[in-house]
């Protein structure tokens, strides 16, 4: 913040290309006030979240049962997880007006693209825990005579999670920006499209004002998923405490 003050204070840069931390955080205080009596940045804030949430639930249970399916069949290892590869090294940006062709200027095109843009990390995540899982213990269910699927419900799963975890909390992050490259290319009426007509007419404050509220649905979203890992994975919290304390 000092920093920042000290640039703007001196006009190293423009103010209205770099306005200070003072007119920032009075846009920012502008703009809460227009969220809570219910005006246009509102609207764009509830629409933006919706984007959001539902491109990651897309996102996890895609990539979910992708990944059990590249983790557990020879057919996914190596018919599907190379093309994943290959789709995933594409520049997803550059898919942002296809989308918007396919499913229209509404929600549905920013909600693919949020999806399509978080769902790799929940793909390699969930195939790396299943992968990851301890021979040995797999050796006991197999001279226990437990079945395929059997073994994936009882063992695999639940040893997999806190990978599984792991990149759905890469993907809540992924989602927001998914989201806002779908709106930022696509239109519409979220905040990205106010983040885009902002910097057009070089209201900086505003734009910065507005990536706040997008990393605040960006941590809630995070921080929920990770109150979940909390609640799922206590035991395998304790596990590290115990390993640690053993050394």
Do not use: C
């Not at 898919?95 to 062709?101: L, R, S």
């Amino acid at each position: 913040l000092g920093l920042w003050w000290f640039i703007a204070e001196l006009e190293i840069v423009s103010r209205i290309l770099l306005p200070g931390p003072a007119e920032t955080f009075e846009e920012l205080w502008n703009t809460s006030k227009n969220i809570v009596t219910g005006g246009h940045i509102a609207e764009g804030l509830w629409i933006t979240t919706q984007e959001v949430i539902w491109g990651f639930l897309t996102a996890a249970t895609l990539g979910f049962v992708l990944g059990v399916v590249v983790g557990e069949t020879r057919l996914g290892r190596r018919a599907v997880m190379p093309y994943l590869v290959a789709f995933n090294a594409l520049p997803k940006v550059a898919f942002a007006p296809v989308f918007v062709a396919w499913f229209g200027f509404g929600v549905n095109s920013k909600i693919v693209m949020a999806a399509f843009i978080a769902f790799f990390p929940v793909i390699v995540d969930t195939a790396a825990g299943l992968a990851a899982v301890d021979a040995e213990t797999q050796m006991l269910f197999q001279s226990m005579e437990s079945g395929r699927w059997q073994t994936l419900r009882k063992l695999k799963l639940p040893s997999s999670l806190p990978f599984i975890f792991a990149g759905l909390k890469t993907a809540a992050v992924f989602s927001v920006v998914g989201a806002v490259v779908g709106e930022y290319l696509g239109g519409g009426h979220g905040l990205g499209e106010l983040i885009r007509f902002s910097a057009q007419t070089l209201r900086i404050d505003r734009v910065f004002a507005l990536i706040v509220y997008l990393g605040v649905i960006g941590l809630l979203l995070f921080g929920l998923v990770a109150w979940a890992e909390r609640k799922l994975l206590f035991w395998h919290k304790s596990e590290i405490f115990e390993i640690q304390g053993t050394g």
